[in-house]
């Protein structure tokens, strides 16, 4: 059986937190990696939801660091994590965020 919606999204959020902290030369959890790296012969017991920590770090990025990292214009990664960034403010506007 492939892997739900949410399975997949859950990936995708833990490969743009690693992409987010390793482009800030943070280093990269090891269960976040392995969530981030997933193939589809994996087991599912590598999955959370980071979907918290990827916003925090996100809202907490000056504009330089913003630019850096969300509007890079070269990296592939940094548009996946333009579209996301996106969809999360739809879904959780971030001025309704305390």
């Known amino acids: 059986m492939g892997l739900s919606n949410r399975e997949i999204?859950?990936?995708?959020?833990?490969?743009?937190?690693?992409?987010?902290?390793a482009s800030q030369n943070k280093e990269v959890p090891y269960h976040l990696e392995e969530c981030a790296a997933y193939h589809p012969t994996d087991e599912?017991?590598?999955l959370f939801?980071?979907?918290?920590?990827?916003?925090?770090?996100?809202?907490a990025f000056d504009d330089a660091?913003?630019?850096k990292?969300?509007?890079?214009?070269?990296?592939e990664d940094a548009k996946e994590l333009t579209k996301w960034?996106?969809?999360?403010q739809i879904?959780?506007?971030?001025?309704?965020v305390t």
């Open 9 to 21: 999204q859950q990936r995708q959020t833990c490969k743009l937190y690693a992409y987010v902290l």
């Open 44 to 46: 599912y017991d590598s």
């Open 49 to 59: 939801d980071c979907t918290k920590e990827l916003s925090d770090e996100i809202k």
């Open 65 to 67: 660091t913003f630019d």
């Open 69 to 75: 990292i969300v509007n890079n214009k070269d990296s």
């Open 85 to 88: 960034w996106k969809m999360y």
């Open 91 to 96: 879904y959780i506007p971030v001025s309704d």
